[in-house]
């Protein structure tokens, strides 16, 4: 693919971005006019400004996040499976919102609801037991990080299990619907909670593009272009695990995107990490808001879990991927 084709697909995702986030808030709502919504103080001036903006922006930054660390793993393991929940992050944070949840945490700190900082602390714990479980025998590899991650995220699996069992219907429930993933109730303090996560996470992945093209065709090859290994990984690791605990905190675990958006992007960039960065990103932003809007108004007045809708749409996408005539 030529520079500039995929530039004029980077700009067409920039402008669907825009035009999805411009967008989004006004469906599902009544009529109303222009001057009620920068003038007076109605319900629906409320409504807009205060829930159904925050909510696009939280779904737009949720999708952006997820796609840029599942493209990351993908480079760093070099599997086109690999998802942003492949390193156990998603199972500590669904683990300490669970333990929350169980134990009727209902303190706020500077904003935050116990459950959200106890996810975010289930998160933090399952990278340091993962990082240092990889680093124990031997130098920091890919294959060390990727047992040590699928070691983790089954015991804190196990221990939600245990959780769940040992708590009572109301709060089974609430845990259950936590692991769904959602955006129902959002305001703009889930937006600032979030953003310095999925920023700074984000610019470290950035940052190694050029690494993550080398890595992609092998560590020995990346080695030998003086590319540091070991350094590349840990940042690699530690960026997308950073984006995925500041997610999965606010949002819970929501699947599929972290797959999905980066597949889809190699089809219409290319490999590159020059092009693919920026055009996961963007493509991954629209299509959780997107899922997000049919979440909302597909049974309206009702919701349904943004996470089960991506399920529903990764079920056929892998299915295509299996029949399909071009891998990716």
């Known amino acids: 693919m030529t520079d500039r084709r995929a530039r004029t697909v980077i700009l067409i995702l920039l402008?669907?971005?825009?035009?999805?986030?411009?967008?989004?808030?006004?469906?599902?709502?009544?009529?109303?006019s222009p001057e009620?919504?920068?003038q007076g103080g109605g319900k629906e001036r409320e409504i807009f400004w205060r829930i159904r903006v925050p909510r696009v922006l939280t779904a737009w930054i949720a999708g952006a996040g997820l796609a840029g660390a599942g493209m990351a793993f993908q480079a760093l393991f070099r599997n086109p499976l690999a998802t942003p929940f492949t390193l156990g992050v998603a199972s500590g944070a669904a683990?300490?919102?669970?333990v929350a949840i169980r134990g009727g945490f209902s303190i706020f700190l500077m904003g935050v609801s116990g459950v959200s900082l106890s996810a975010f602390a289930g998160a933090v714990l399952s990278v340091l037991l993962v990082y240092g479980l990889s680093r124990i025998r031997a130098p920091l590899t890919t294959?060390?990080?990727?047992?040590?991650?699928?070691?983790?995220?089954?015991?804190?699996?196990s221990l939600n299990l245990f959780t769940q069992y040992l708590s009572d219907f109301t709060h089974t429930f609430r845990i259950i619907r936590w692991l769904m993933g959602g955006l129902e109730v959002m305001d703009f303090g889930a937006v600032f909670q979030m953003l310095p996560f999925v920023g700074a996470g984000i610019a470290l992945i950035a940052w190694k593009w050029r690494e993550m093209d080398?890595?992609?065709?092998?560590?020995?090859?990346?080695?030998?272009?003086?590319v540091s290994v070991a350094e590349t990984r840990k940042t690699i690791f530690f960026g997308s695990s950073l984006v995925v605990g500041g997610v999965v905190a606010v949002c819970?675990?929501?699947?599929?995107?972290?797959?999905?958006?980066?597949?889809?992007?190699?089809?219409?960039?290319?490999?590159?990490?020059?092009?693919?960065?920026?055009?996961?990103?963007?493509?991954?932003?629209s299509f959780l808001t997107i899922c997000d809007t049919l979440a909302r108004t597909v049974i309206a007045p009702?919701?349904?879990?943004?996470?089960?809708?991506?399920?529903?749409?990764?079920?056929?996408?892998?299915?295509?991927?299996?029949?399909?005539?071009k891998p990716l």
């Open 36 to 38: 009620a919504l920068f």
């Open 95 to 98: 683990l300490g919102a669970a």
């Open 214 to 226: 080398l890595l992609s065709a092998g560590e020995e090859l990346a080695a030998s272009r003086g």
């Open 15 to 32: 402008a669907a971005g825009i035009l999805v986030l411009a967008a989004a808030p006004f469906i599902g709502m009544t009529a109303i």
């Open 302 to 325: 009702a919701e349904i879990p943004v996470g089960v809708i991506t399920a529903l749409l990764g079920g056929p996408f892998f299915l295509a991927l299996l029949l399909g005539k």
């Open 252 to 285: 819970g675990p929501i699947g599929f995107v972290g797959i999905m958006a980066p597949h889809i992007c190699r089809l219409l960039v290319g490999p590159e990490h020059s092009r693919l960065v920026p055009a996961a990103i963007l493509f991954g932003g």
């Open 143 to 157: 294959e060390t990080l990727l047992l040590a991650g699928v070691a983790v995220n089954f015991f804190f699996s």
